[in-house]
């Protein structure tokens, strides 16, 4: 259970160079919601475009290819994708809408849809959800710490930030790589990520990430119907290069590992907080 | 000179006839009358209490569309409402749906929502008035004509309560998604029973959590507690665009906050239940077929 229920695991990448050129692995959000836009699937997708400051992203309503593609690549730090999804119903007039988002932000999507108690009219117009896998995040200035003292590099001239086999790295305009320890980035996290129980965002209708696969390639699971649905579609129509999970490395036995790591720590945390003082704990969202 | 105005001629109403005439004619479908005669079985009984509200709760009840026909067809026969028949004292009832706060100086307002717990099996706060107070938190007196009405509490401040449906106004669906889980849980089969069960059970626990809502709910019970991650959610909920997020964090205007509960209800770190939501597909697939919608 720590994957969530999916009728089918891949390894795939966008078709698309032009997506590819700055995605952050394999284009599978950007390429997908592309897909689904010139198909009519949605007409809209709330994705993280960019922000006010270097690296921080901004929830937006994406209604064009162009600004799908302003929204590629990972921004560490939070981006409150949810807070247009009833917007997005409203001033946009969406009927069928698209949405990315991490693990806790598709939590929040199923759960503003079977209980949606100040959601009016949203539940039956999401159209498609993209899960993005996720070990942790970090607050803004926690994000600006790591990348510009511990790895000396100002955040306008980052060209990409990765998390990768135990390490924070930060690529630069100019070709320099900066990478730390994670051990070193542990005291910057959201708070609020520590009592997370979802890796791989298992309640997504398609969901996808960078761990399992090679560089440039990302894991895809199918997990619902609906998302069954457009993803075949789309693999019919040639949108995608794809890989028997089987035949890659280090393949769905890593990604089983972290997911199971990432729950077991988080769920001491969570029981922890039932005596977090004296005679009197914390409160467990989960109960 | 005016002439004085003649003086109105009054006629004394023709008598009514005893019989109805004879060149009337009635026409009265098949099917009207199978429904008199031959109601659904096993439906439930709902009412809608009006209390200190503005009926914008029950126009969300109608908001189902023909999912509220679709209710009144197969699952629940609305016994009394004063907006929408003629029944005028509250009867027993499976579920009332109450909305509006208490005003504490009206004598009629006080024993109507006692008369409510007394005669319904499970009584739901519907809206953030019935649940929090909403707006009539703000209420204190002094205007025609009856500046004496200045005190309203929340029902839960006078019955027991058993189920919330906090926000300002509650969305359609979530009333919908209560009707058909209290007629599951009231007819269903043991397995019905036991989704029904389980679906309700976070809203009776907000029920039981207590009659206080506002916006500050997000700083004590989420943020304060080490739990906000940021999703925005809460956001997205307030009706009035008090919150906004700044650095990944709710910001809360407090002074336009009308304390309706919804951003705190929403937040999927006030409650979030994986032994339901984890079932999100199948469950949305199930009142969908209930709703006559659903099949591909
Ligand atoms: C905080 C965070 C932690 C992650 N941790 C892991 C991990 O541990 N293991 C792993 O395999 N993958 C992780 N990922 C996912 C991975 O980095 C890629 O986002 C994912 O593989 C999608 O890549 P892509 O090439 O398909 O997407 P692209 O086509 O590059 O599109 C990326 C999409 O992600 C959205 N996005 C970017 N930043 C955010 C954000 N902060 N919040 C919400 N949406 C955002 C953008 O709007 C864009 O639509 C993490 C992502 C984030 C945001
Ligand atoms: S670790 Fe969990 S709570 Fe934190 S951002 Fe990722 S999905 Fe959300
Ligand atoms: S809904 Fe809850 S978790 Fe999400 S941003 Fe608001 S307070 Fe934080
Ligand atoms: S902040 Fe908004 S959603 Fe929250 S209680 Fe106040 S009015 Fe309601």
Redesign the pocket.
Known sequence: MVLGNYKSVISAR?ADAE?LK??????????L?AYALEEGIIDGAI???PGDEPWK?EPVVATTRAE?LA?????????P?MMLIKEATRSYGLDKVGI???PC?MQALRKAQLYPMAMRKVPDKIALAIG???????PYQGLEAIVEDHCNVKMESADKM??GKGKFSVYTERGAISQIPLKATHKYEQPGCHVCLD?VANLADVS?????SPDGW??VFVRTKNGENVWSKAIDAGYFETKDIASVKPGLDLVTK?ATDKIDKNKKSVEARATFGVNKGLRNPYI | MEEPAPEPVVKAPAEKPAEKPKDVEIHQTLDGDKKEEKPVANKITVGHVHMSGCTGCLVSLADNYEGLFKILDDYADLVYCLTLADVRHIPEMDVALVEGSVCLQDETSVREIKETRERAKVVVALGGCAAYGNITRFCRGGQWNQPQHESYVPIGDLIDVDVVIPSCPPGAESIRNVCVMAYLLLQGTDEQKELAAAYLKPLMDLAKRGTEACGCDLMYDVINQGLCMGCGTCAASCPVRAITMEYGRPAIDRDMCIKCGACYAQCPRSFFNFDVINQFEGIMEAIDGAMGKGGE
């Not at chain 1, 700055?22 to 390429?31: A, L, P, Y």
């Not at chain 1, 993005?132 to 970090?138: P, R």
């Open positions: 966008a997506i700055r995605s952050q692995d394999g284009g599978i959000v950007t390429q919601f994705v993280a475009g992203p799908l929204a590629r690549g990972t921004r560490y730090t939070i981006s994708n990315v988002g991490t932000q993005i896998f996720c070990m942790e995040n970090f990765d998390i890796y996808t990430g960078s761990v399992g990302s894991t972290l």
